[in-house]
């Protein structure tokens, strides 16, 4: 297997994510290596205080392994500004809590609508205004050990292509969903 935490690995159609130096940023990269897109995300806590190096190089570690997120709570859409005309769309990553089936992701780019759907534990379909255009399988147990499969079932453009690249990326196929969640919570 390889080192590399699965969302620093390219999509299939060779788009990737890099973080800014902040992490409260990251920016969509085409294969030419063009920014196409920002998207706010989750910050990295910074602590200070008598544990604050143990604290932080835990956080930092956490970062590098399960990447960025979308701001939590997300009850509004988070805007993305697409570049180079700085033009804004937006994601959404679903309710909360509940049931994985219930995160529908969701996405407004140049005025089509986008949907994220969980399907199984580790699959989910990508729907544009209604129709299937993608579908993804996360393999293996962890963020860190594994990949993701797409299969295409239509021509993708450049805008189809930055959304699956923000889905696979910061949505994820195979996230938690209400067991793991109120595991997580105990812990």
């Not at 196409?36 to 143990?54: D, I, L, M, N, Y």
């Amino acid at each position: 297997m390889t080192n590399i935490p699965l969302w620093r690995l390219p999509t299939r159609g060779g788009w990737r994510i890099e973080a800014d130096e902040a992490r409260a940023r990251v920016d969509v990269i085409d294969p030419v290596g063009r920014v196409r897109a920002s998207v706010a995300t989750e910050p990295v806590q910074h602590f200070t205080g008598r544990f604050a190096k143990r604290i932080n190089a835990d956080k930092s570690r956490a970062f590098e392994t399960n990447g960025p997120s979308l701001p939590a709570p997300a009850r509004e859409p988070t805007p993305i500004t697409l570049h180079p005309h700085d033009e804004q769309a937006f994601v959404s990553d679903g309710i909360a809590n509940g049931r994985r089936r219930e995160k529908t992701g969701r996405a407004l780019v140049h005025g089509r609508h986008y949907a994220f759907l969980h399907t199984r534990g580790k699959r989910a379909e990508a729907m544009r205004d209604g129709t299937r255009i993608a579908s993804f399988v996360k393999h293996g147990s962890r963020p860190r050990n594994g990949h993701v499969s797409r299969e295409d079932h239509c021509v993708l453009d450049e805008t189809d292509e930055l959304v699956l690249t923000v889905f696979e990326k910061l949505l994820r196929p195979g996230r938690p969903g209400a067991i793991s969640d109120a595991l997580a919570s105990l812990s």
